[in-house]
């Protein structure tokens, strides 16, 4: 088929010609907007789930949703190497312009200019990647402590209240969460916990791998009574079947139901690999409709971009003995394995493996989704680990 019209759209955070199987969430997103807005009650909600498999897709969706709410809306991505301070100051300043670009002089907007600033004096000496001037004086003794657990709760309200006293209200997206520390995260729930109790108009939606649950978990015991954490996981067969067949059929080209059989075979029902072989389906078929024998050609293609971008691009950032241990727990199986039997494998004690191990959690390559039990956070990556090997790649 001409390459031109292809509809697929594998990619990080690529928005999918079909958004398959997630009415569910984006309604829960609605009714939370709506609630807030009008002074209820809401749990703000986390979204956990594996790489790939569309959760910066629907945080970009919720975005926008936001905005056509009227909310007034701040969108980061969270780093390994950055501070939470750092990240949400530059557009909380550009938020609070917003507010203050409004129609008549607000006191509280302007006090949150001053609090902003008092909680940068406050921050400064420790966080030096924080670039922001602001030509105003501060408001001593408000959210200057230089304790984040008790200078991001005191901010966000006041930006909370300035919003609200502009009718306003104010949602703040936050994907990768699971790469905030303990101190970071439990900054950020004290903050919410405080503006859930005075039923503020400011909600969190964020997103974050498997690992997220346990990180809320530590920081804060009440943090699973104060949010829902959605999985979000591979699609089912129908929704598979819609995420495939309907971008083709827009197009005019049909497809098999053996054929669609075969790519849920192959992708499991993730959606990155969905939009990987739908692409490449696409562009090997030579008529329509695209048949079983288009997609095995297909699935060769996947695989080979996949091991050279998707898989590839995290292989790249491990150190040799964290290839070993990922290679080890390929081996034992699908599914999660037990550190145990991983540290057996390798033929050490789960004690000398336990750095390696926690060093590929926090590089966001396993998890732990029972204790003592490890599995991969990228789908299929096991049967990547066994290719590398065979090519020679991961025992040097
Ligand atoms: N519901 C869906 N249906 C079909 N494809 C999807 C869906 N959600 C995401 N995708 C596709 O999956 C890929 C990965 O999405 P992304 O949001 O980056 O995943 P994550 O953030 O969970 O790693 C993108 O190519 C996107 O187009
Ligand atoms: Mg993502």
Do not use: C
Request: aromatic letters at 8%; glycine letters at 6%; hydrophobic letters at 40%.
């Amino acid at each position: 088929m001409d390459p031109i019209k292809n509809p697929f759209s594998p990619g990080a955070g690529t928005p999918p010609p079909e958004l398959a199987g997630r009415q569910t969430i984006l309604d829960k997103a609605h009714i939370m907007f709506g609630r807030l807005k009008a002074a209820r009650s809401e749990k703000s909600f986390l979204l956990i789930g594996l790489r790939g498999v569309g959760k910066t897709v629907l945080l970009n969706e919720i975005h926008h949703l936001a905005e056509k709410e009227g909310y007034k809306s701040i969108f980061v991505e969270a780093h390994e190497n950055k501070s939470l301070a750092a990240l949400i100051l530059p557009p909380l300043r550009q938020l609070l312009f917003q507010l203050d670009r409004m129609a008549n002089v607000s006191e509280k907007v302007k006090r949150s200019f001053r609090v902003l600033k008092s909680f940068l004096n406050g921050i400064k000496l420790k966080v030096k990647d924080v670039e922001i001037y602001l030509d105003i004086d501060s408001e001593a003794g408000t959210a200057d402590s230089g304790d984040l657990e008790s200078d991001l709760p005191a901010l966000l309200e006041v930006i909370a209240e300035a919003a609200q006293d502009r009718k306003l209200a104010v949602a703040i997206i936050i994907d990768e969460l699971q790469y905030l520390s303990e101190q970071e995260m439990s900054a950020l729930i004290m903050s919410f916990h405080r503006i859930a109790q005075k039923m503020l108009p400011l909600a969190l939606v964020g997103a974050g791998l498997p690992q997220l649950v346990g990180l809320t978990g530590r920081s804060k015991s009440y943090a699973e009574r104060l949010f829902d954490f959605p999985r979000i996981g591979p699609l089912d067969m129908p929704d598979m079947i819609a995420a495939i067949r309907s971008p083709t059929e827009s197009q005019g080209v049909k497809i098999t139901d053996e054929a669609l059989d075969e790519i849920a075979l192959q992708t499991q029902g993730y959606p990155y690999f969905l939009q990987e072989w739908g692409y490449q389906a696409w562009n090997i078929a030579e008529k329509s409709p695209i048949d079983i024998a288009d997609i095995k050609k297909a699935t060769k293609e996947s695989i080979r971009r996949l091991d050279e971008s998707f898989f590839r691009v995290r292989f790249d950032r491990l150190t040799p003995r964290e290839k070993e241990y990922l290679y080890a727990l390929a081996i034992l199986g699908e599914g999660a394995q037990r550190s145990g039997d991983i540290a057996e494998k390798l033929q050490v004690s789960p004690q000398a493996v336990a750095p390696i191990r926690n060093n590929l959690i926090k590089k966001g390559m396993i998890y732990s989704p029972a204790h003592g039990d490890t599995d991969f956070t990228v789908p299929l990556f096991g049967d990547f680990m066994k290719r590398m090997m065979k090519k020679g790649q991961v025992y040097p």
